[in-house]
């Protein structure tokens, strides 16, 4: 039985279901077809509420929004867009960027999501790196894209959700497209869908997935949703649908499952989240840690917003056992808790409804998958001790590959699991509680930052000689970039030089990735080859605010 469609209650307990529970993935599998043969005949249902930059609001059906996808598939191919071409897109959320996700999978093509905050050295690499055919992309970003063209020779395409100039095409001329056409028979293993994240070193790597990645997330989705929908459900994230958070945490597996999904055009605020949620009847939302935070602060927001939330999921970090009690006494919502990586993902979480979640704990394995905490050598680490998260590859959410580097995906792998790079303790009930990074990520806001990118752009300022990114602590995005700098010779330490830091790195890289904390130094630690030595850094950084 397909993971959609397992019925949870029959198990009784979480043990039964992980005990009985095993992967059935159909040998062929497309994403697109997997809303379109269920959903895409139903003129009544509605598949998205689109709450509009201008203040209006537009309900589409899954009628609707197949019609609309099949018109975008026709005029992809009709753009010379073939299996196996990566279709970058950088669009609202909203209608069109669903109906390009589903009429790229269709084709079998391969999505390239990108974010609205990416400045445009993150878009020329990533451009670069998987050799993009075309791009579909807002009137905002639109700038960007062609400053960036011309190192761009695979770019052969550009197409504009407006007004295009010369060399460009316009989004709108897909509506004189057919709406007659059939996913192609995709095999379930094969290329859908291409996400950059970062890392630790060098600029952020591609993780391919296959169409076979939305088996992955059907079951879990429903158990960090507490496993009941009903005509009432509403779907609603304001995280990005350029990130896993935003398009295979809610979009995807709600629109395969038939539900309705929010869509907000507008950049998240506390304030307007829960003016979306309470204006479209939201019942399940996902909603990182900081999120959560900043929407504590709002007084009295189940009175003032007509709020019907029910369940909340959560993940990137540990959620406060206060946002927990905040969550069920000011909005009657429970949170389950889940945790996974781009690379692979809903390894382990909580289902309150089957008595499997623990406010600040991860959660549990999730079936399906095999989960542990390892020590260095490979070894199950005793119930306590410190360890990395690990999980058994095979799992369907589980990457391809990093796109083109063979080196970087096998390193992935040791001692037979994947490891995430994650420090974890593990008690004796089998709950594992997240402890952060053993290399030198910066985990901020559900964003996850690489150092390396970073210090790269501020070393193209010429004030900077040298410089070491760390994560400093923070109490509402948990951790934010620090860059602590070696001034060049004749720069001195001010406010100003401070400020255009700052705002280079947020023009260049994007905006959730500059420094909040500059620190001017005389001299930085080095490692034995000569480099700066991030874990000395942060070492010193941690000692001098004890």
Same mark, same amino acid.
């Given at each position: ?9 029959a ?5 039964? &279901?992980v ?9 062929r ?13 139903d003129r009544g ?20 929004l197949?019609?609309?996808?099949k018109r975008?598939?026709?005029y ?7 299996? @196996?071409?990566r ?9 069109e ?9 269709s084709? %079998? ?23 993009a055919?075309?791009?579909v992309v807002?009137?905002? #970003? ?9 190192d761009?020779?695979?770019l ?5 959700n ?26 379930s293993?094969?290329? $859908? ?8 070193? %060098?600029?952020?790597?591609g ?6 990645i ?23 994230? !304001?995280?990005?649908w $350029? ?5 295979l945490?809610i979009l &995807? ?31 399940? $939302?996902?909603?990182? !840690?900081?999120a959560?935070?900043?929407? +504590? ?22 959620v ?21 990586? =781009?690379e ?9 409804? &089957?008595?499997?979640?623990r406010? @600040? ?15 260095? $050598? ?16 095979g ?6 590959e990093?796109w083109?580097?063979?080196d970087?995906? +096998?390193?992935?792998?040791?001692h ?6 994650? #420090? ?12 952060g990074?053993d ?37 509402a995005?948990g951790?934010?970039v ?16 401070? =400020? ?5 790195v947020?023009? #260049?890289l994007?905006?959730?990735k ?13 490692? =034995? ?13 941690r000692?001098?605010?004890?």
């Amino acid at each position: 039985m397909r993971a959609g469609e397992v019925d949870l209650d029959a198990f009784g307990t979480y043990d039964a &279901l992980v005990e009985g529970f095993q992967w059935d993935i159909p040998e062929r599998l497309n994403i697109a077809a997997e809303v379109f043969d269920r959903w895409g005949q139903d003129r009544g249902r509605v598949a998205l509420y689109v709450e509009r930059g201008d203040g209006r609001r537009d309900v589409w059906s899954y009628w609707e929004l197949t019609r609309l996808s099949k018109r975008y598939a026709n005029y992809l191919l009709g753009l010379g867009i073939e299996r @196996g071409d990566r279709v970058a897109l950088v669009l609202d959320q909203g209608a069109e960027l669903a109906a390009m996700h589903l009429g790229i999978y269709s084709i %079998g093509a391969i999505a390239l999501p990108m974010s609205h905050l990416y400045g445009p050295d993150t878009y020329r690499h990533i451009l670069q790196d998987s050799q993009a055919k075309a791009i579909v992309v807002s009137p905002g #970003q639109a700038g960007t894209i062609r400053s960036i063209r011309p190192d761009l020779p695979s770019l052969v395409t550009m197409v504009v959700n407006g007004e295009p100039e010369d060399g460009e095409q316009a989004l709108g001329d897909a509506s004189n497209e057919s709406t007659q056409c059939e996913p192609v028979p995709t095999l379930s293993n094969e290329p $859908a869908l291409l996400v950059y994240t970062s890392g630790s070193s %060098g600029h952020p790597k591609g993780a391919l997935h296959a169409h076979r990645i939305i088996e992955g997330y059907l079951l879990t989705f429903r158990l960090f949703f507490n496993l009941h929908f009903d005509e009432s459900t509403v779907f609603y994230t !304001p995280s990005d649908w $350029a990130w896993v958070g935003g398009l295979l945490d809610i979009l &995807l597996p709600a629109l395969v499952l038939g539900y309705p999904v929010v869509a907000d055009e507008r950049r998240f605020t506390a304030e307007r989240s829960f003016e979306v949620m309470g204006r479209n009847g939201v019942t399940h $939302a996902f909603l990182t !840690p900081t999120a959560l935070k900043m929407m +504590a602060q709002v007084s009295s927001a189940k009175t003032r917003f007509d709020l019907d939330l029910r369940v909340i999921a959560s993940g990137g970090e540990s959620v406060a056992d206060e946002l927990h009690g905040w969550a069920g006494q000011e909005l009657n919502a429970v949170v389950n808790e889940f945790y996974g990586l =781009t690379e692979v993902n809903h390894l382990i979480g909580g289902c309150e409804a &089957l008595g499997s979640g623990r406010p @600040g704990w991860m959660g549990l394995p999730y079936p399906g998958r095999i989960v542990a905490v390892l020590d260095e $050598a490979g070894e199950q680490v005793s119930d306590g001790e410190v360890g990395e998260v690990a999980v058994r590859p095979g799992d369907p959410t589980q990457m391809i590959e990093y796109w083109g580097k063979p080196d970087a995906t +096998a390193a992935r792998v040791r001692h037979g699991w994947i490891m995430t790079g994650d #420090q974890a303790v593990r008690d004796a009930e089998g709950y594992i509680r997240y402890l952060g990074r053993d290399d030198d990520m910066v985990s901020s806001a559900g964003y996850r930052i690489g150092p390396a990118e970073v210090e790269e752009c501020l070393l193209r300022h010429p004030a900077v000689s040298e410089v070491g990114v760390i994560p400093a602590p923070d109490k509402a995005r948990g951790e934010v970039v620090k860059a602590v700098i070696v001034l060049a010779k004749g720069f001195q330490p001010s406010g100003d030089l401070t =400020t255009e830091l700052q705002q280079q790195v947020k023009t #260049q890289l994007a905006a959730y990735k500059y420094p909040r904390i500059v620190e001017f130094v005389e001299e930085l630690p080095k490692t =034995t080859t000569g480099k700066v030595n991030r874990k000395q850094l942060a070492a010193q950084a941690r000692a001098s605010r004890a």
